[in-house]
């Protein structure tokens, strides 16, 4: 199935940016405050993906009909998702994760993140009652395994400070990914803009109010960079993926992060992969892969709903259009699903967000 493969790919690729950027904010923390890291971060974010909401808008100007296709627009319900998001994951979260990371080597780092994905797939089944079978659930524990395996120290005493507090930005993250699944049919590059100009300036405020100091022109170029790939573009795949795949299944793809933070630390800081490193990579794949073949398929019932998301005219988008469409797709508008009971494979999506 194209769409699954397509859906696991944008995860993985979220993952990877994500992942990468916790060795490269390490980097950066040797110059800089962690709340001034994280602030350049998510302003790099923002001002990175408002500049290109600005080109796209620029471009659909210029086009008659996607002109008259409206793009999803946040409601007033959905602020208090939008803001509990930001508080969680733009503020709180970061905050802990460079506070963490100021004392924990990057490695270590890398692999705690891997805890985001185990908190939001907890959530999401407790809390949101996502459907779990038993093969999500062995990747998930796979996918785990992994984690432990690649942040194992054999002879540690204790847990380490700095590796609490990245835990407790993996929480913050967790709740984030739940609230923001609430706001997934929007327009995901507009919800991480959002995210970013609001996070970022209040990091670097509490960063300035701490007594640091905005730090040179290269400094600020590379954080803000750095942001906005591994937190911008990062996210708006991360929402996209969300719409595709529901929480705790876009959270388990999310986990293999740290596998590309480890990669990406071995070769800042090079030296020979252990044996756990490969045990931890090989547990990561084979929980991929049971995600990847998961097969969900029931009689299921779609009730009547009407949102606004981009979308092909698939079977679930079987609808006539007000305004004159000259057949382009995907493209984004207001649209009504008529009550619709049938069979097919399908993941818990915006779509397919029934009981069991």
Known sequence: MPTRFHAAFTALFAAALFGATTPLAKLLLGALSPFMVAGLFYLGSGVGLALTIALRRMRTVNRSTSAKLRASRIQWP??????G????????????????LSSTPAATGSLLLNLEGVFTALIAWVVFRENVDVQIFLGMIAIVAGGV?????PGAAAFPAGALLVAAACVCWAIDNNLTRRLSTLDAMTIACLKGLVAGPVNLLIALRLGATLPHLPAIAAAMLTGFAGYGVSLVLFVVALRNLGTARTGAYFSVAPLFGVTLSLILWPEMPSLLFWIAAGLMVLGVWLHIRERHEHPHTHEPMEHNHRHRHDEHHRHEHDFPWDGQEPHTHSHRHAKIVHTHLHFPDIHHRHRH
């Open 78 to 83: 959905d602020v208090l998702w939008l803001l």
């Open 149 to 153: 395996a690649l942040s194992w120290h």
């Open 85 to 100: 998001a930001i508080a969680a994951g733009g503020i709180a979260g970061p905050a802990f994760l460079m506070l963490g």
